[in-house]
């Protein structure tokens, strides 16, 4: 798959945030990498927690480390789970994608088998709430 922005490169990579995950209780790991506009990568892991709602998904991971890292301009995020195939992401991280990125920013359902499936922000939350709805 290459729609002129998608890089191989990142499929490598986003398994490199993948072994980083901690998951001693669902044993289900997910990596998220987000690219930066200055083609700088944000590595985000699931990180589970014996407080099972502590843990945070893997593309939250990612999106708050940016945050915190002061990066808050994304090309793309792409993201790969243990699934067989390519799996989307739940509906907080859909939320927090919609609040911290822009809406077209493509997000890529990707497999280890290097299957990449291509969605943006919009189309995984249609009608979205999001701040501007409070005006
Ligand atoms: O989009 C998703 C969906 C699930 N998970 C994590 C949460 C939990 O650690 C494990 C099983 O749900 O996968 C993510 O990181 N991202
Ligand atoms: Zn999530």
Redesign the pocket.
Known sequence: MNDGIFKKEWLTEVLEAQSRAY?PY?N?N?GALLITEDDEYIYGA?I?NAAYPA?I???RTALVSAYANNKKKFKAIV?V?DAPGP????GV?RQVMKELCHDEMPVYLTSKTGEVIKRTVDDLLPLGFSGKDMD
């Open positions: 998951t669902s289900f997910v699931n589970e843990s998904c893997a593309e993201i789970t799996a989307s992401p739940c991280c």
